[in-house]
T-cell receptor
Framework: EADIYQTPRYLVIGTGKKITLECSQT?????MYWYQQDPGMELHLIHY???????EKGDLSSESTVSRIRTEHFPLTLESARPSHTSQYLC??????????????FGPGTRLTVL | GQSLEQPSEVTAVEGAIVQINCTYQ??????LSWYQQHDGGAPTFLSY????GLEETGRFSSFLSRSDSYGYLLLQELQMKDSASYFC??????????????FGSGTRLQVQP
């Protein structure tokens, strides 16, 4: 069973605020990902990590940053939130050794609204 | 880069069979995956095809033809709980060195009584 957690689940915040979305997994997976998804739309990769101290930008320029200091933790930070950041943010992990890059386990998501 | 095409919506009745198609363009190929996502929920992994042919998992099957850059997800004995969005995804290839998934835009399946 997938054990990947995201907090908060819902967040309403004003423009210009700095926020951090938390993601943790207890499966020991090296690979972790952040996606942005608007309702009914496709998932866009915004950041990914192959392991500790490894982070890369994805396709979408979301003006966010990530860090990977511990295997289990992959937080996403928005330095200055804007209404265009309103979306759902999904964290995922995978273990190419046990399964493959193709099988990703997703957290429940954080639904962010920026006023 | 990678791109995937799938129908935006499909409607079927309970008990029926439905096929959701996916065509893809990639600079390299490392398999086609399928994910299910209920409204308000997170995507969950359904299946993965690396080689041509049919993979069966209970009521769900997935097919791949690498020569046609085409795959499909087959759902049999449809149930109301199968109403969800279904995404196909391919793994990025070697030109970027990136080992992440690119998702299609999703197919919304509506199962009617």
């Amino acid at each position: 069973e997938a054990d990947i957690y995201q907090t908060p689940r819902y967040l309403v915040i004003g423009t210009g605020k700095k926020i951090t979305l938390e993601c943790s997994q207890t499966m020991g997976h090296d690979k972790m990902y952040w996606y942005q998804q608007d309702p009914g739309m496709e998932l866009h990769l915004i950041h990914y990590s192959y392991g500790v101290n490894s982070t890369e930008k994805g396709d979408l320029s979301s003006e966010s940053t990530v860090s990977r200091i511990r295997t289990e933790h992959f937080p996403l930070t928005l330095e200055s939130a804007r209404p265009s950041h309103t979306s759902q943010y999904l964290c995922a992990s995978s273990d190419p050794v046990k399964s493959s890059y193709n099988e990703q386990f997703f957290g429940p998501g954080t639904r962010l609204t920026v006023l | 880069g990678q791109s995937l095409e799938q129908p935006s919506e499909v409607t079927a009745v309970e008990g029926a069979i439905v096929q959701i198609n996916c065509t893809y363009q990639t600079s390299g190929f490392y398999g086609l995956s399928w994910y299910q996502q209920h409204d308000g929920g997170a995507p969950t992994f359904l299946s993965y095809n690396a080689l041509d042919g049919l993979e069966e998992t209970g009521r769900f099957s997935s097919f791949l033809s690498r020569s046609d850059s085409y795959g499909y997800l087959l759902l049999q004995e449809l149930q109301m709980k199968d109403s969800a969005s279904y995404f196909c995804a391919v793994r990025d290839a070697g030109d970027t060195g990136r080992r992440a998934l690119t998702f299609g835009s999703g197919t919304r399946l509506q199962v009617q009584p």
